[in-house]
């Protein structure tokens, strides 16, 4: 293996997607504390980021047992869209290269 043959591994892989939703579910748990309260809120672009770079299943799932942003068209659409494009991408991937 090369010198990054290490890093770029299915388990760090799988830890990063762990990780990247973790991080999504807690941000939505803290914005709708942040909301409640009328105090300074994560912005909604880091919210799509952190949805954009694999926290999908995280955003959606904080979306919905907080019931933080589930009337914005915005979220309730683009969040789902944004989990499905990296989904279908990922499979296409895993098609293409290793099958």
Known sequence: MGEYGLIFTWQVAVIYVIVI???GFFAMW???AKAKK???RI???TLFTITFLGGG???IAGMYTFRHKTKKLRFAIGFPVI???EIFF???VIIKYFI
């Open 21 to 23: 939703n973790i991080i």
């Open 30 to 32: 803290i914005d709708k």
């Open 38 to 40: 009328g105090s300074w």
């Open 43 to 45: 912005p909604e672009k």
């Open 57 to 59: 299943f995280g955003t």
């Open 83 to 85: 989990l499905l494009t």
């Open 90 to 92: 990922v499979i296409y």
